[in-house]
Structures are given as structure tokens and as C-alpha cells.
DNA sequence: TAAAAATGTGTAATCGGTTACACATCAGGA
DNA sequence: TCCTGATGTGTAACCGATTACACATTTTTA
């Protein structure tokens, strides 16, 4: 691999003059522009990022900390978080913390130690985030701190799950409320919980966690003893699919007998049947947008908003009833 | 941050001497250990990960080129490689190339910079892999050359799939085969026509990308004009489920109507309805051991097999009737 | 036309580690 | 007792870039 001297050497120029070529900083001259790139040219000579990184202290990396890829709402959110870390001549490193704040802090640490652009955070992360000068955003999931985020509105979204469902003609409604460790997850209760209220419906509340299976047991569990409800909020896509499964196993007609709304828009609910109506989370914009902030506070842009929220958007597939609408 | 000069200082040591102890190479005296141990305490010291790959040309990096992680299956490969790298050390560099060479291409240079010490490609990449010295481990695709590799084997388990389907009375079938380059969907199309030949069966082959909407729009016009069809092995899951869709559709019974049988082994395949019956790769299994095989690579260590395969296993559920078996 | 500003370039230190090599000390075997 | 090999340590070069600073030349400006 050729290095920057050789490039000087049969450019016959210095190395500095050479960096300078390269980074584009500082002047030079017609001439040795010239030799230069034709030296690059001839000696196939491509910088070297870690020399350049140990150099400036600021490497091209950027640090994607989530719970879980396999968790079908972060495949989509790293997608784009990578399109747009491509597109800026970024590269992710992808740190699954399955919310386990050892690990997470062991990411934080190895990140920091390749000297990574920014970091990404889409994790509970209680307070890890604090020490460092790195330029971070949180995603989803906003921990404690003042760090600029993207989030969903949710208290919006989960609103829009419950006027539906009233709009359908749900009487009693389970609402299969997420973790209570979740921010997110109370927000979107007191949203659903806004749109319901006076409107003279019976509910039940059960925690669950965003795991299927558990959410399909509970829900099995719950709706044999109260075989009456007609209206279930799964406060995920996966919670929501869970219980879809409960009535089915419960021989519960879907949209007919019950109805059911779930949250977060994930890839999965457009495949079952019936396809789960939800409010969809805009996952790729919110990873867009996230990359977005993290590459402006890298490269040191003015941020306008420090907190950026965006809207969900109810999609309405086949788990509730069209009639009324 | 305090440098490995700063603990030499400290230690009254020179840096030497702290490098090896820092590396476990070359001799350290029990009294300079103590010492040093005693400096990086009190000094917070943490190893600069860049400086140590400038200098020995190889990080803790690892690469991971992927077609495309929403794509469902590469979310859990990527969990298992990073788990694996995560226990061993390393970090993943998550790569998207869509497939494109372009994009492939970068990744490589822009891997190779950061002197990354392998990487794991699972994409078509003809041929571009050649020139360089790093560890490479082809996962799932194998390009022409004879990299190390780790792939499922194709061939039988689609044969364990058209037996299935024969076994389970299917008289007429519609095979999605899958895109022309991949080397893995011919394999599958292969083992499966062995297992149905010489059984009478009558068999229309067509070819789908792995694409849901696709195949079931390319199923639904072709189970319009032969509806006589009762049997489909999708060459991916995400094919078999278009498929399913287009049954569904069309109003025909699965599986009373029309047997459906995937390949790949994806989540999303439990939560359809019915759920997919399908041959399912060790998806995990093969992440864990590439990544495994890599970092033996990478450690110098030696490899007993450099061309691993892994059988998958049938899943039978619901798109399948179960009376004959 | 002289001073000031802009342009162009090179030298050498620096980022924070690793490691070849030289050298010192010490124990055990002949 | 002398030699040899094991043990322990330091000096300084090196990995491959960036960049502060000094200096030379050219162009503007007054």
C-alpha cells in the first residue's frame, strides 16, 4: 500500500502539500495539483483512515447502539441510518445492548476508544451517556439526559389507535400496555387512554411485554375470562400479533367478533392474517433523521431543533372493521 | 484520556515495558506489574484502539457485508456474528450493498482502510474479492473463488421439501424458483426436482425474486390460469408467503386446497396464518460459525474444514397437511 | 513603488501505540 | 569460576497521516 510519502516522493512535493491536495485545506498550486493526482493515479494510492483517524481523533465511524437487530422495528431503523451514514462517506458499527446496561456500557467505551464520529442510541441506557464529547443522539427511546433526539410521538399515535377503535364500535377494550420501564410505552397509554375516555367504554389494562409469545398467553388468558371484549390495543405491532393469535386459537372472529390495533408499523403486520391494522411508526424516517442530526452536530452544522418528534400514521388494514369509517 | 506514556511516567517504567505487560508478550518484572497495574488504575487508562491499529495494521474491526438487513433473514445472521465477534473481542461494520458491485466495492476499500481484521460477506460479489490479504468468510451466497465459506446445504434441504410435498399427496406443482444468479437458488430447484422425479407429478416452474409482492402477484396470475395446482414450494420463505397471499386471495384452502413449503426458516413464517410449513436454514448457526471461522482465521489458529455446510431442517406447520405423515 | 496581503511549499513535531535491538542482571551447569 | 541462557528493561524507530510554523514568492493596494 502506498502511503502519502510516496505519493510526495514522486510527486516531488512534501507530504504536507500532499495532505493539503487531500483535505482540500490550505493552498496548492496549479502545478503540483498536477503531479500529485497523477502520482495518486500511478501509485494507486488510497489515504489511510486509521492513521488519519489517530491524527485527528475523528474517524468516519459512527456507532449504532440498539437492543436487538433481530427485533423486526431496528432492521429498518439501521437501513437507514446506514443510507444516510453512506451516503456522507459515514460507516456503522452495529452494537446490539439487548438493554443490558454491562454491555452498553462496554460499547460505549469500545466506540469511544475507535474515536467513532458520533454515536446513535436507541437503547433505556439509565444515565450510561454523559462523560464523553462525542456528538450522540438518542433514538426512540429518550434516556433521562438533554441529548438532541428523534422520537415518535406517541401519545398522538396511541390516540389515533383509540379513536378508531371507538369510531369502529369497540365496547370493552383490553389495551396490552408495554414495559413499564418504557417511556414510550406509558405515553402511548395515556394517549389511547385521552381518546377513550367519556366515550363510556369498559377497559382492562394488562402489562405486557413486547415479546409475542407472552402477549399471545396473556391475551388467551385474559380474553377466556372476559370473553365480552370486542377491542384489543396491543401497544406494539408485536404484542398486538400475539393477541391476533389468541383469537384465533380462540376461534374469536378478527375484524367481526373483536378488533385489533396495534403500534409501530413493522414489516410483520402487513403479513398476517388478517393484516394487523396499526399505527405506524415512520421507522425509516426516524433513523433518517436521527443520522441527519448526528452528521450536522458532527460536522459541527447549526441544529435547528434539538428534539425532533415525528408523527405515526394509522394504517388501516384488515383487524378493524371498515364499515364505520 | 491518559496515554500509555502517562502510565509509564507513573509506573517510573518505560512505555515499553507497559506494552507488554498491556499485550502479555516479552518479560515484565512482578514489581513493574504491581506498578503499572497501580498507574492504569489511578489513571484511568484505556488502551487508544487506533494507535495500537496504526501500528500492528490490524483493528478489532469486523466487516459484515450484506445484502440488505431488512431483508428478514440477515437481521438474525447479524446477531449471531456480532454475538460471537462481541464474546471474541471484536465489532461489527455493518454493510448494506444491495447487492450492487459499486457499493460492494466500496465496502472493501473502505474496510480495508480501516484495516479491519476480516470480514464476512454474504452477497453475490463476482469476483471482486481477489486482491487482498484479509481474512474473508463468503457466508450463505459462495462466489466463484475459493474463499473460506460456510453455506446451507440447498440441495438437500429442498429435497427434503419436495418430498414433503409428495408425501403429502401433492399432484401438481408450481415451483417459485428463485433469481437466476444466485448459485443457492439453482441448488434448491435441483434437489428439489429430485425428490420429485419419477413420482408422476406435474411440475410448472417459475422464476420470482424474493420479493412478497412479487410472488404474489406472480402466483395469483398463474394459479388463475391453472388453478388445478395443489401444491407450491416457495424458494424462499418470503416467496412461499407471496404465495400464500395469493391463495388467499384467490380463495383457495390452504392447506386443504393448495400445499405451500418455504425455504429459509424466517420468523416472519410462524406468524403468518396458517403458518409456513418450510425447510429452515440454521440461521443463527451459520452466522455463529462464520464469524467463528473468521476469528480462527484471523488468530492465526488452524481450520480444520474451510468449506463448512449446514443441513437444514424441515419445519413443518400449517401450510402442509399433516394426515398423511 | 513600497508595504501588505495572498499564495504556495517544506520541515518537523505529533497522534498513541508496538517492537527490534541493545544491554544489564542473575541462576544454573560444566 | 566462567559461560550460557533466561529474565527484565529502556531507547528509539516506526505505523501513516495532519498541521503549526517558517519562509519564499507573487499579487494587491495605497
Do not use: W
Not at 496549479?30 to 474517524?59: D, G, W, Y
Not at 456503522?92 to 469511544?112: F, Q, T
Not at 369510531?167 to 387512554?193: D, H, M, Q, T, V
Amino acid at each position: 500500500m502506498a502511503t502519502i510519502h510516496d505519493v510526495a516522493k514522486r510527486a516531488n512535493v512534501s507530504v504536507a502539500t500532499v495532505s493539503r491536495y487531500l483535505n482540500q485545506n490550505g493552498y496548492v498550486g496549479e502545478k503540483s495539483k498536477q503531479a500529485i493526482e497523477r502520482a495518486i493515479r500511478e501509485l494507486n494510492f488510497v489515504p489511510n483512515k486509521v492513521a488519519r483517524t489517530l491524527s485527528t481523533k475523528k474517524s468516519n465511524l459512527i456507532g449504532l447502539i440498539i437492543p436487538d437487530i433481530v427485533n423486526p422495528f431496528f432492521p429498518e431503523l439501521a437501513r437507514a441510518v446506514e443510507d444516510i451514514a453512506y451516503r456522507n462517506g459515514y460507516t456503522v458499527i452495529l452494537c446490539n445492548s439487548d438493554e443490558d446496561p454491562e454491555k452498553e456500557k462496554h460499547y460505549l467505551k469500545v466506540l469511544s476508544q475507535e474515536y467513532v464520529a458520533g454515536i446513535i442510541i436507541a437503547t433505556t441506557c439509565e444515565g450510561i451517556v454523559q462523560d464523553t464529547d462525542i456528538p450522540i443522539v438518542a433514538l426512540d427511546r429518550v434516556p433521562k439526559t438533554d441529548l438532541p433526539s428523534v422520537t415518535t410521538n406517541n401519545k398522538y399515535g396511541a390516540e389515533l389507535a383509540g379513536r378508531l377503535l371507538v369510531e369502529c364500535g369497540a365496547n370493552e377494550i383490553l389495551i396490552l400496555k408495554g414495559p413499564k420501564l418504557l417511556a414510550s410505552s406509558e405515553e402511548r397509554l395515556s394517549g389511547f387512554l385521552r381518546a377513550v375516555e367519556g366515550k363510556n367504554i369498559q377497559l382492562h389494562i394488562v402489562e405486557s411485554p413486547y415479546e409475542m409469545r407472552v402477549a399471545e398467553k396473556l391475551t388467551y388468558e385474559f380474553l377466556t375470562n372476559h370473553p365480552s371484549i370486542d377491542g384489543i390495543f396491543g401497544s406494539s405491532d408485536v404484542s398486538a400479533i400475539g393477541a391476533l393469535k389468541a383469537c384465533e386459537r380462540l376461534g374469536k372472529k378478527v375484524p367481526q367478533e373483536i378488533q385489533i390495533v396495534g403500534f409501530d408499523g413493522i414489516q410483520l403486520g402487513d403479513y398476517t392474517s388478517p393484516s394487523l391494522t396499526t399505527v405506524a411508526q415512520k421507522i425509516y424516517q426516524l433513523g433518517e433523521t436521527a443520522a441527519d442530526l448526528l452528521i450536522r452536530q458532527i460536522e459541527g452544522r447549526t441544529i435547528e431543533e434539538r428534539h425532533i418528534e415525528i408523527k405515526p400514521e394509522l394504517v388501516v388494514r384488515e383487524t378493524t372493521r371498515k364499515e364505520f369509517l
